[in-house]
């Protein structure tokens, strides 16, 4: 279960992270607050997920 969150937070990361780049290189100037709602706010919940996920004991 630990791995599955890390890679799936890892994943939203980049996403969010990635589409939040292409816009902001895309010239969207006067839409930068709305483009960093729209990927700052699933950045930040992946990397909550990930730090959680890191925390969490290994089954062994």
Do not use: E
């Amino acid at each position: 279960m630990r791995t599955f969150l890390m890679v799936f937070s890892i994943l939203i990361m980049v996403f969010s992270g990635g589409c939040s780049l292409y816009f902001l290189l895309g010239g969207m100037g006067p839409y930068i607050s709305f483009v960093f709602v729209l990927g700052g706010i699933p950045f930040v919940v992946g990397l909550v997920i990930f730090l959680l996920a890191r925390r969490m004991q290994k089954k062994t």
